[in-house]
């Protein structure tokens, strides 16, 4: 089933990792999409990703965007016109930033989380709410957060500040955005199998992964695709009755301690 059939996306953080699951499950279903990336190689390797979309019959192309800067994210979104004008914004860039105790930890590091993190998806937000209203567009805006922005995970204090930012943010301009027509929702994964929690911060094929897996209903990490199915439904009409609400994906863990 072709659910976003006609539709242009714009995904931040899609040349890898997530973001990269979420514009092929958007390909998909049909939908045209600018990979909004601050580099355009996935760090995973592999190919380019708008260059995989093209190479399996989608329309996509590469726009070199650091979310942290707002003007990036209004050529992002004005990219979009290329392939008939914005309908969903995904603004899923983000880093794990500072993994030390608050106390330790160099403020300008907490500032550059924030300014990707948080301010990546006000920016974001702002750029593609501005041209859907201009062109009179119900479009969709899916913001990325994650359990650490429902709970407080101690050793990324910055990383959970800016993801319960964007859980509430979400809400706020859900708000601000339904009498026209445009949803806002969230998305909150748990561990998710990406180059963040294989490199960044790493855990997934450590122990630490053998120790939590049977806290994990599902008895394994996330991909993804898994994130980006649910991600596909948000941005689809299939969700035309939902906005300011928020998703968890993490294989039942967070809601079964
Ligand atoms: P990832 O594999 O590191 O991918 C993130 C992508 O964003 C990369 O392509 C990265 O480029 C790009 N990026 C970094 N800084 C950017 C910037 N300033 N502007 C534009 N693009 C930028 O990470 P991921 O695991 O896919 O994470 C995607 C989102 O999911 C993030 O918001 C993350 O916080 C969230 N999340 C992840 C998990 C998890 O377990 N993986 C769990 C919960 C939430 P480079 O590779 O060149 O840096």
Do not use: W
Request: aromatic residues 4%.
């Amino acid at each position: 089933m072709s659910l976003l059939e006609g539709k242009t996306a714009v995904i931040t953080g899609s040349s890898g990792g997530i973001g990269r699951g979420i514009a092929r499950t958007f390909a998909d279903h049909g939908a045209s999409v600018v990979v909004a990336d601050i580099s355009e190689e996935p760090r995973e390797g592999g190919t380019p990703t708008h260059e995989l979309l093209q190479e399996e019959g989608a329309e996509s192309m590469y726009v070199e965007c650091d979310v942290s800067d707002y003007d990036d994210c209004v050529a992002a979104v004005e990219a979009a016109d290329e392939f008939g004008g914005i309908d969903v914004m995904v603004n899923n860039a983000g880093i794990v930033g500072p993994q030390d105790p608050l106390v330790d930890i160099d403020l300008e590091d907490y500032r550059n989380l924030i300014s990707i993190n948080l301010d990546g998806v006000v920016h974001g937000s702002k750029a593609a709410a501005l041209a859907m209203l201009e062109q009179g567009v119900h479009g969709s805006i899916v913001n990325m957060s994650s359990v650490a922005g429902i709970t407080g995970f101690g050793g990324i204090t910055p990383y959970s500040a800016a993801k319960g930012g964007v859980r509430s943010f979400t809400y706020a301009l859900a708000s601000e955005l339904g009498p026209d027509g445009i949803r806002v929702n969230a998305v909150h994964p748990g561990i998710i199998e990406t180059t963040m929690t294989t490199e960044d911060s790493p855990f997934v094929g450590t122990e630490q992964e053998e120790k939590m897996l049977p806290t994990i209903p599902l008895r394994r990490v996330g991909q993804p695709e898994d994130v980006a199915g649910v991600v596909t439904f948000l941005a689809s009409d299939l969700a035309s009755y939902v906005t300011a609400e928020s998703v968890i994906v993490d294989g039942g863990q967070l809601n079964t301690q």
